[in-house]
């Protein structure tokens, strides 16, 4: 099993910057898709950002031009630099991964972190 465990949450002013860091452990061989979904009070978990294996990058239109995600792929490692922080950024950040081989077992089910808060506030 992959574990998937967050960093970096905090609060800060709108106008501000927070990077959030991921680190997957276990034998991990490889993970095909990284990313970061968010939930706000009130609403449903949507997708911020992803990055497959080939480089290959999805982001949310509400996050595009401020966000920026990066993968680590010698320490499994993702992050997501957020820039221009708004109030409506404001959520619990969770890490996600798919297509996770570990021991040369490929696991098809998406991992979750337990998530991060993050709290846009002036």
């Known amino acids: 099993q992959v574990q998937l465990v967050e960093s970096g949450g905090g609060v800060v002013q709108p106008g501000g910057s927070l990077r959030l860091s991921c680190v997957a452990s276990?034998?991990?061989?490889?993970?095909?898709?990284m990313g970061w979904y968010r939930q706000a009070p009130g609403k449903e978990r949507e997708l911020v950002a992803v990055e497959t294996r080939t480089g290959s990058t999805n982001y949310a239109d509400s996050v595009k031009g401020r966000f920026t995600i990066s993968r680590d792929y010698a320490t499994n490692t993702v992050h997501l630099q957020m820039n221009s922080l708004k109030l409506e950024d404001t959520a619990v950040y969770y890490c996600h991964a798919t297509g996770v081989v570990i021991a040369d077992t490929f696991y098809g089910m998406p991992a979750w972190g337990k998530g991060t808060l993050v709290t846009v506030s002036s």
């Open positions: 276990g034998s991990i061989n490889s993970i095909n898709v």
